[in-house]
């Protein structure tokens, strides 16, 4: 069965990825409106009433700008672990905290799809990546990450997509118009993943099996699309390993399939 897996929207000013084996159809994230996620949708045969779930990793607003109307107007599971459904209904006005499953953190099914979170390393209340197995596939999604943890590492690894943060380049941060506090926090542990270290983590993925690698969450400010292919093909060639790569957009839809 084959699975298709499209980024309709990937960097600072929102975030939202749809996952589908053609039986069950997965949003994650709503980091953009309800309207565009409905574009995005489209040209894919799908629409926000066919959605079967939506997985939020966590509650910053590039990820969660669409949800109050997501969740006021569809009928939908929206799920995420208890303390980010806590700090989305905060921030968003939604309820979905409630509405939790009691297994999410050790993972769980929706349709067709296995599905298990697992934690990354950013500075938000509890964030996650997810691996879904569907399709006789398995797909990870991992961005917003100060670094590759062993949590990261040993749930990705295997995978045939990985949706993959390549923020930002480090010289162009440390030159460009950031404040050294904004810099600081984008460096750090907590903080985002840099061009270099997505690069040397896809030689891993791609060694471990990784078919397809979708790099994304790229900065508009501090890296660029070649930069990040640059990166991640030069390590791919230094370690022997193949894979295909692509560059989600912030402003159109990346899909890949298997």
């Given amino acids: 069965m084959s699975v298709k897996v499209c980024v309709l929207a990937s960097g600072s000013k929102g975030n939202c990825t749809y996952i589908t084996d053609g039986v069950t159809r997965i949003l994650i994230d709503a980091g953009i409106s309800c309207r565009k996620i409905e574009e995005g949708l489209a040209p894919l045969g799908a629409k926000l009433t066919n959605i079967d779930a939506v997985l939020l990793t966590h509650e910053h607003i590039d990820h969660v700008y669409g949800l109050h ?57 509890c964030p996650v990546g997810y691996v879904l197995t569907l399709g006789g596939h398995k797909v990870a999604y991992c961005t917003d990450l100060g670094h590759i943890t062993d949590s990261v590492r040993n749930n990705v690894s295997g995978c045939d997509v990985v949706i993959l943060e390549s923020n930002h380049d480090l010289h162009m941060l440390e030159t460009g118009p950031y404040p050294p506090e904004l810099q600081a926090r984008i460096k750090s542990d907590v903080g985002h993943l840099s061009n270099e270290q997505c690069a040397a983590f896809a030689a891993e993925l791609a060694l471990s099996g990784a078919r397809q690698i979708v790099l994304a969450h790229l900065s508009e400010q501090n890296n660029t699309p070649s930069l990040a292919l640059k990166a991640v093909q030069n390590a791919l060639e230094q370690s022997g390993a193949s894979a295909s790569i692509v560059v989600a957009k912030q402003n159109a839809a990346v899909g890949v399939e298997l």
Wanted: proline share 4%; aromatic share 8%.
């Fill in 69 to 125: 109307t997501l969740a006021k107007k569809y009928d939908m599971p929206i799920l995420a672990n208890s303390r980010t459904a806590v700090s989305v209904d905060v921030k968003m006005h939604t309820d979905i905290a409630r509405k939790q499953k009691d297994n999410f953190d050790t993972g769980f099914r929706v349709g067709t799809a296995d599905i298990f979170p697992f934690r990354v390393s950013h500075d938000a209340a």
